[in-house]
């Protein structure tokens, strides 16, 4: 057993005020409500309207809320991680940002970028740094404002995504709660059917590629859905065995909230019963690195010291992962 161990400590969400419902879109794009709802389980979504705000100010909302409720002095944070795919700016990195507009002034940040993947890659990534007693106090935050990638013409993405925010605070446990295991695991052959065309160096902006909507999400539905459910399966039955366990062990499965469909079949494959599954995406959508935090936010009153949870998602990279973690709250 690991004596140092990053556990948990603290969790808090944050989703704009503004509804976009399935009925809305029905205005925007060719489709209805029936349809979306039966293929993706999702009926509205939280989307940032003003203009003046990003990722970052989502994110501050989360890091306000994760030192209110541990009792946390902003002074006392040494690191934020920020998994996004929709940063204020390409650079300066947004986890900077945040620690400037709280007050993080002990504290050095960046941003990852693993897409629906990210907070899995982010809490991975900040566990090491607590288990190696570098650092005592670490935010990992998951977020994205997906309504500025989004074309809402376009009937096979708008209808998925939305924006929201979700984080956690990692502190040393030495009583065996925390994080326990992880397996992750990515494949750059796939990034032609989840990816975004235009605005990195081998596609520079220009009047050309915002003409050609190439500043927005392009996705090969079918394909990605198939990639997905054989990831989340395969790494969560990876992670079970490799801890000699079994989904009977498991009291709450958390996947991505992409689709429900997908995350039915992860459920299937895995023989998990879906009252073990923590969903939100009815009303929440895909907010992308946000969704797996989001859940545990939603579901932090249910959740019990000792539960064995599993966290698992996929995304653009093509990335994927699960993480084994003891509930330490």
Not at 181 to 203: E, F, N, Q, T, Y
Not at 208 to 225: C, D, I, L, M, P
């Amino acid at each position: 057993m690991r004596t140092n161990n990053a556990a948990i400590t603290a969790v808090h969400g944050y989703v704009p005020d503004y509804v976009l419902t399935n009925k809305e879109l029905e205005s925007m794009v060719e489709t209805n409500d029936e349809w979306i709802e039966s293929r993706t389980g999702i009926k509205e979504r939280r989307i940032v309207k003003d203009k003046d705000k990003a990722t970052s100010d989502m994110c501050v909302e989360v890091v306000k809320g994760i030192l209110q409720k541990s009792g946390t002095s902003a002074e006392e944070i040494d690191l934020i991680i920020v998994a996004t795919v929709t940063p204020d700016m390409v650079f300066p990195d947004t986890a900077n940002t945040v620690a400037d507009k709280c007050g993080l002034t002990n504290a050095w940040g960046f941003d990852l970028g693993a897409a629906c993947s990210g907070f899995l890659y982010g809490l991975t990534t900040g566990a090491q740094f607590i288990h190696s007693g570098m650092y005592k106090k670490v935010i990992v935050i998951g977020a994205d404002q997906m309504s500025s990638i989004i074309d809402y013409t376009d009937r096979a993405t708008c209808i998925i995504f939305g924006d929201g925010a979700g984080g956690v605070l990692l502190e040393p446990n030495s009583e065996g709660y925390g994080f326990q295991d992880a397996i992750l695991d990515s494949d750059g052959s796939g990034r032609d059917i989840l990816h975004m065309k235009a605005g990195g160096s081998l596609k520079p902006t220009s009047a050309e590629t915002v003409a050609n909507k190439e500043h927005f999400v392009y996705q090969e539905g079918r394909s990605v859905f198939k990639k997905a459910v054989k990831g989340m399966i395969g790494s969560t039955s990876e992670l079970l065995a490799r801890n000699n366990m079994s989904v009977d062990d498991v009291d709450w499965m958390v996947p991505h909230q992409a689709n429900i469909r997908i995350i039915n079949s992860v459920a299937d494959g895995l023989n998990c019963p879906m009252d073990k599954v923590m969903l939100n995406i009815h009303k929440f959508g895909n907010t992308t690195a946000g969704t797996i935090p989001l859940c545990l936010w939603e579901y932090e009153k249910k959740l019990k010291k000792g539960q064995n949870i599993i966290l698992t998602a996929f995304g653009g990279g093509l990335t994927w992962g699960s993480i084994y973690l003891k509930w330490a709250l």
